[in-house]
Protein backbone atom coordinates (compact mmCIF):
# COMPACT_ATOMS: atom_id res chain seq x y z
CA UNK A 1 0.00 0.00 0.00
CA UNK A 2 2.86 2.49 0.84
CA UNK A 3 4.69 1.39 -2.59
CA UNK A 4 1.04 2.13 -4.42
CA UNK A 5 0.89 5.37 -2.49
CA UNK A 6 4.30 6.43 -3.50
CA UNK A 7 4.45 5.68 -7.32
CA UNK A 8 0.53 6.55 -7.05
CA UNK A 9 0.86 10.00 -9.55
CA UNK A 10 3.64 8.39 -11.83
CA UNK A 11 1.76 5.56 -13.12
CA UNK A 12 -1.81 4.57 -14.64
CA UNK A 13 -1.85 1.11 -13.05
CA UNK A 14 -0.10 -1.38 -10.61
CA UNK A 15 0.55 -5.08 -10.70
CA UNK A 16 1.37 -7.07 -7.58
CA UNK A 17 3.01 -10.54 -7.76
CA UNK A 18 2.92 -13.08 -5.00
CA UNK A 19 1.96 -16.58 -3.91
CA UNK A 20 -1.26 -17.78 -4.08
CA UNK A 21 -2.39 -19.26 -0.51
CA UNK A 22 -3.06 -15.89 0.93
CA UNK A 23 -3.27 -13.71 -2.41
CA UNK A 24 -7.08 -13.59 -1.45
CA UNK A 25 -6.09 -12.28 2.25
CA UNK A 26 -3.24 -9.71 0.75
CA UNK A 27 -5.36 -8.48 -2.22
CA UNK A 28 -8.84 -8.34 -0.03
CA UNK A 29 -6.74 -6.23 2.92
CA UNK A 30 -5.55 -4.41 0.18
CA UNK A 31 -8.60 -3.29 -1.36
CA UNK A 32 -9.68 -2.11 1.99
CA UNK A 33 -5.82 -0.16 3.02
CA UNK A 34 -6.67 1.97 -0.63
CA UNK A 35 -9.12 4.56 -0.46
CA UNK A 36 -11.05 6.44 -3.19
CA UNK A 37 -8.64 4.46 -5.70
CA UNK A 38 -8.62 5.67 -9.30
CA UNK A 39 -6.48 3.59 -11.01
CA UNK A 40 -6.23 -0.49 -11.65
CA UNK A 41 -4.33 -2.18 -8.86
CA UNK A 42 -3.96 -6.47 -10.56
CA UNK A 43 -2.71 -9.24 -7.58
CA UNK A 44 -1.58 -12.28 -9.59
CA UNK A 45 0.76 -14.88 -9.21
CA UNK A 46 0.70 -18.67 -10.66
CA UNK A 47 0.28 -22.31 -9.57
CA UNK A 48 3.51 -23.75 -11.35
CA UNK A 49 6.26 -21.17 -11.24
CA UNK A 50 7.77 -19.05 -14.15
CA UNK A 51 11.16 -21.32 -14.48
CA UNK A 52 9.43 -24.15 -15.56
CA UNK A 53 9.27 -25.59 -18.84
CA UNK A 54 5.16 -25.25 -18.34
CA UNK A 55 3.54 -23.01 -16.70
CA UNK A 56 0.89 -20.86 -15.86
CA UNK A 57 2.94 -17.65 -14.75
CA UNK A 58 3.71 -16.11 -18.02
CA UNK A 59 -0.37 -15.69 -18.89
CA UNK A 60 -1.20 -14.21 -15.89
CA UNK A 61 1.51 -11.94 -15.39
CA UNK A 62 0.89 -10.59 -19.39
CA UNK A 63 -2.87 -10.45 -18.35
CA UNK A 64 -2.01 -8.67 -15.25
CA UNK A 65 -0.52 -6.15 -17.07
CA UNK A 66 -3.06 -5.54 -19.94
CA UNK A 67 -5.53 -5.13 -17.46
CA UNK A 68 -3.42 -2.70 -15.32
CA UNK A 69 -3.15 -0.49 -18.42
CA UNK A 70 -7.28 -0.38 -18.91
CA UNK A 71 -9.02 2.44 -17.54
CA UNK A 72 -12.52 0.62 -17.02
CA UNK A 73 -11.87 -1.69 -13.89
CA UNK A 74 -10.15 0.56 -11.49
CA UNK A 75 -10.39 -1.06 -8.37
CA UNK A 76 -8.34 -3.97 -6.66
CA UNK A 77 -8.34 -7.41 -8.69
CA UNK A 78 -7.03 -10.95 -8.73
CA UNK A 79 -6.15 -11.75 -12.53
CA UNK A 80 -5.77 -15.91 -12.29
CA UNK A 81 -6.38 -18.28 -15.18
CA UNK A 82 -9.08 -17.09 -17.34
CA UNK A 83 -10.44 -14.32 -14.93
CA UNK A 84 -10.78 -11.16 -13.15
CA UNK A 85 -12.27 -10.55 -9.93
CA UNK A 86 -13.18 -8.46 -7.47
CA UNK A 87 -10.59 -8.95 -4.97
CA UNK A 88 -12.43 -8.67 -1.58
CA UNK A 89 -14.63 -11.22 -3.59
CA UNK A 90 -12.37 -14.00 -4.03
CA UNK A 91 -11.29 -16.75 -2.43
CA UNK A 92 -8.82 -19.59 -3.17
CA UNK A 93 -10.77 -22.60 -4.18
CA UNK A 94 -8.39 -25.50 -5.94
CA UNK A 95 -4.59 -26.33 -4.42
CA UNK A 96 -3.60 -28.22 -7.58
CA UNK A 97 -5.30 -26.57 -10.75
CA UNK A 98 -5.02 -23.91 -12.49
CA UNK A 99 -8.42 -22.71 -12.00
CA UNK A 100 -7.24 -21.70 -8.17
CA UNK A 101 -9.46 -18.38 -7.40
CA UNK A 102 -13.02 -17.37 -7.82
CA UNK A 103 -15.90 -15.10 -6.24
CA UNK A 104 -18.03 -17.64 -5.02
CA UNK A 105 -21.39 -13.96 -4.97
CA UNK A 106 -20.11 -12.56 -8.08
CA UNK A 107 -19.28 -13.02 -11.70
CA UNK A 108 -16.13 -12.44 -12.40
CA UNK A 109 -15.60 -8.86 -13.59
CA UNK A 110 -14.29 -10.03 -16.79
CA UNK A 111 -13.14 -13.24 -18.78
CA UNK A 112 -10.65 -13.96 -21.42
CA UNK A 113 -11.06 -16.02 -24.61
CA UNK A 114 -10.13 -14.79 -28.09
CA UNK A 115 -11.55 -11.58 -26.82
CA UNK A 116 -12.00 -9.61 -23.60
CA UNK A 117 -15.51 -9.96 -21.98
CA UNK A 118 -16.39 -7.53 -19.55
CA UNK A 119 -19.31 -7.43 -17.15
CA UNK A 120 -19.72 -3.65 -17.10
CA UNK A 121 -22.83 -3.85 -14.93
CA UNK A 122 -20.29 -5.30 -11.84
CA UNK A 123 -17.70 -2.19 -12.38
CA UNK A 124 -17.82 0.18 -9.58
CA UNK A 125 -18.37 3.64 -10.02
CA UNK A 126 -15.21 6.31 -10.48
CA UNK A 127 -13.95 7.41 -7.20
CA UNK A 128 -13.75 10.86 -6.93
CA UNK A 129 -12.42 12.07 -3.19
CA UNK A 130 -8.62 11.88 -2.59
CA UNK A 131 -6.95 8.92 -2.99
CA UNK A 132 -5.45 8.15 0.68
CA UNK A 133 -4.37 4.92 2.65
CA UNK A 134 -4.89 3.18 5.66
CA UNK A 135 -2.23 0.95 6.95
CA UNK A 136 -3.41 0.01 10.57
CA UNK A 137 -4.76 -2.89 10.43
CA UNK A 138 -6.53 -4.54 13.70
CA UNK A 139 -5.45 -8.15 14.11
CA UNK A 140 -6.50 -9.16 17.22
CA UNK A 141 -9.36 -11.11 15.47
CA UNK A 142 -10.12 -14.69 16.48
CA UNK A 143 -11.71 -17.07 13.90
CA UNK A 144 -14.07 -19.85 14.92
CA UNK A 145 -15.55 -22.65 12.43
CA UNK A 146 -18.28 -25.30 14.23
CA UNK A 147 -18.76 -28.49 14.42
CA UNK A 148 -21.57 -30.38 15.33
CA UNK A 149 -20.83 -31.60 18.56
CA UNK A 150 -19.06 -29.07 19.91
CA UNK A 151 -18.38 -28.52 23.86
CA UNK A 152 -19.70 -25.07 24.90
CA UNK A 153 -17.28 -25.17 27.79
CA UNK A 154 -13.81 -25.59 25.70
CA UNK A 155 -15.64 -22.51 23.64
CA UNK A 156 -16.40 -20.37 26.59
CA UNK A 157 -13.07 -20.89 28.39
CA UNK A 158 -11.29 -20.09 24.87
CA UNK A 159 -13.76 -16.90 24.59
CA UNK A 160 -12.77 -15.64 27.81
CA UNK A 161 -9.15 -16.13 27.59
CA UNK A 162 -8.92 -14.21 24.24
CA UNK A 163 -11.15 -11.58 25.37
CA UNK A 164 -8.59 -10.94 28.31
CA UNK A 165 -5.68 -10.19 26.13
CA UNK A 166 -7.98 -7.48 24.26
CA UNK A 167 -9.88 -9.80 21.52
CA UNK A 168 -11.30 -6.96 19.53
CA UNK A 169 -13.29 -9.28 16.96
CA UNK A 170 -14.44 -13.26 16.81
CA UNK A 171 -15.64 -14.18 13.45
CA UNK A 172 -18.01 -17.53 13.54
CA UNK A 173 -17.91 -19.92 10.96
CA UNK A 174 -21.70 -20.72 11.23
CA UNK A 175 -23.71 -23.80 9.28
CA UNK A 176 -26.03 -22.98 6.21
CA UNK A 177 -27.63 -19.14 6.57
CA UNK A 178 -25.80 -18.32 10.34
CA UNK A 179 -27.35 -21.31 12.43
CA UNK A 180 -25.92 -22.99 15.68
CA UNK A 181 -27.76 -25.79 17.90
CA UNK A 182 -30.76 -25.09 19.32
CA UNK A 183 -29.78 -26.45 22.64
CA UNK A 184 -26.94 -23.98 22.67
CA UNK A 185 -28.35 -21.53 25.06
CA UNK A 186 -25.02 -21.49 26.93
CA UNK A 187 -23.01 -20.65 23.68
CA UNK A 188 -25.21 -17.63 23.04
CA UNK A 189 -24.74 -16.01 26.73
CA UNK A 190 -21.51 -16.44 26.06
CA UNK A 191 -21.44 -14.64 23.09
CA UNK A 192 -24.00 -11.67 24.88
CA UNK A 193 -21.55 -11.58 27.09
CA UNK A 194 -18.57 -10.77 24.70
CA UNK A 195 -20.30 -7.96 22.73
CA UNK A 196 -21.22 -6.06 25.64
CA UNK A 197 -17.72 -6.30 26.89
CA UNK A 198 -16.84 -4.53 23.34
CA UNK A 199 -16.12 -8.05 21.38
CA UNK A 200 -17.37 -7.51 17.68
CA UNK A 201 -19.08 -10.51 16.73
CA UNK A 202 -19.66 -11.23 13.24
CA UNK A 203 -21.61 -14.28 11.56
CA UNK A 204 -20.65 -16.23 8.65
CA UNK A 205 -21.43 -18.99 6.75
CA UNK A 206 -19.52 -22.03 6.38
CA UNK A 207 -21.36 -22.41 2.91
CA UNK A 208 -19.24 -21.71 -0.65
CA UNK A 209 -22.00 -19.59 -1.89
CA UNK A 210 -25.11 -18.09 -0.36
CA UNK A 211 -25.46 -15.77 2.23
CA UNK A 212 -26.29 -15.58 6.25
CA UNK A 213 -29.86 -13.96 6.90
CA UNK A 214 -29.99 -14.14 10.80
CA UNK A 215 -33.95 -13.39 11.16
CA UNK A 216 -34.90 -16.19 9.04
CA UNK A 217 -34.60 -18.98 12.26
CA UNK A 218 -35.20 -18.92 15.81
CA UNK A 219 -31.36 -19.74 16.50
CA UNK A 220 -30.33 -16.36 13.89
CA UNK A 221 -32.39 -14.35 15.94
CA UNK A 222 -30.71 -15.33 18.86
CA UNK A 223 -27.68 -14.87 17.92
CA UNK A 224 -28.96 -11.14 16.42
CA UNK A 225 -30.32 -10.55 20.41
CA UNK A 226 -26.97 -11.47 21.90
CA UNK A 227 -25.67 -8.62 19.41
CA UNK A 228 -24.03 -11.17 16.50
CA UNK A 229 -23.57 -9.19 13.39
CA UNK A 230 -24.46 -10.58 10.43
CA UNK A 231 -21.36 -10.64 7.28
CA UNK A 232 -24.25 -11.34 4.29
CA UNK A 233 -22.87 -12.77 1.43
CA UNK A 234 -18.93 -11.78 2.53
CA UNK A 235 -16.06 -14.51 1.77
CA UNK A 236 -14.03 -15.08 5.03
CA UNK A 237 -11.32 -13.29 3.46
CA UNK A 238 -13.76 -10.07 3.49
CA UNK A 239 -14.90 -10.41 6.54
CA UNK A 240 -11.70 -10.49 8.59
CA UNK A 241 -9.96 -7.54 6.76
CA UNK A 242 -12.87 -5.49 6.66
CA UNK A 243 -13.22 -5.79 10.68
CA UNK A 244 -9.38 -5.42 10.56
CA UNK A 245 -10.00 -2.56 8.78
CA UNK A 246 -12.56 -0.94 10.60
CA UNK A 247 -10.57 -1.23 13.70
CA UNK A 248 -7.79 0.22 12.93
CA UNK A 249 -9.18 3.11 11.92
CA UNK A 250 -9.73 4.56 14.82
CA UNK A 251 -11.98 7.23 14.21
CA UNK A 252 -15.22 4.60 14.99
CA UNK A 253 -17.82 3.71 17.74
CA UNK A 254 -18.50 0.32 18.37
CA UNK A 255 -21.91 0.65 16.53
CA UNK A 256 -20.64 2.41 13.97
CA UNK A 257 -18.40 -0.29 13.36
CA UNK A 258 -21.39 -2.84 13.41
CA UNK A 259 -23.56 -0.74 10.95
CA UNK A 260 -20.44 -0.68 8.35
CA UNK A 261 -20.32 -4.75 8.59
CA UNK A 262 -23.24 -4.76 5.72
CA UNK A 263 -22.61 -1.79 4.21
CA UNK A 264 -20.58 -2.23 0.74
CA UNK A 265 -17.19 0.06 0.84
CA UNK A 266 -15.58 -1.81 -1.59
CA UNK A 267 -17.97 -3.80 -3.54
CA UNK A 268 -17.51 -6.54 -0.82
CA UNK A 269 -20.86 -7.09 -0.07
CA UNK A 270 -24.11 -7.27 -1.10
CA UNK A 271 -26.38 -4.75 0.42
CA UNK A 272 -29.78 -6.78 2.16
CA UNK A 273 -32.31 -5.41 0.24
CA UNK A 274 -30.69 -6.44 -2.81
CA UNK A 275 -29.89 -10.28 -1.83
CA UNK A 276 -32.52 -12.85 -2.75
CA UNK A 277 -35.23 -13.50 0.14
CA UNK A 278 -34.72 -16.64 1.86
CA UNK A 279 -36.13 -20.18 1.07
CA UNK A 280 -39.78 -20.73 1.30
CA UNK A 281 -40.00 -17.28 2.11
CA UNK A 282 -43.80 -15.98 2.30
CA UNK A 283 -45.67 -13.89 -0.24
CA UNK A 284 -45.76 -10.81 2.47
CA UNK A 285 -41.89 -11.31 3.06
CA UNK A 286 -41.14 -10.63 -0.30
CA UNK A 287 -43.77 -8.12 -1.05
CA UNK A 288 -41.57 -6.40 2.40
CA UNK A 289 -38.54 -6.61 1.11
CA UNK A 290 -39.67 -4.98 -2.02
CA UNK A 291 -40.90 -2.50 -0.19
CA UNK A 292 -37.86 -1.41 1.20
CA UNK A 293 -36.17 -1.62 -1.37
CA UNK A 294 -38.49 0.73 -2.96
CA UNK A 295 -38.60 2.96 0.02
CA UNK A 296 -42.32 2.16 0.88
Not at 80 to 104: E, G, I, M, Q, W
Not at 125 to 132: E, M
Not at 263 to 282: N, Q, Y
Amino acid sequence: AKDIKTNYYHFDGFVVLMGTDTMAYAATALSFMLENLGKPVVVTGSQIPLCEPYNDARRNLVMALIFASRESICEVTIFFHDRLLRACRSTKVNATRLLAFDSPNIEPLAKIGINIEENEHLSLPQSRGVFKIHTRMDTRLLTIRLVPGFDDQMMKQMIHAATETHLQGLVLQLYGTGNIPSIKDDFVKVLAEATENGVHVVATSQCFTGSVMMGHYATGRALASAGVVSANDMTIEATTCKLAYLLGRGDLSFQEISNLMDVSLRGEVTPLGDLPPPPLASAYQRASRKGRKRGL
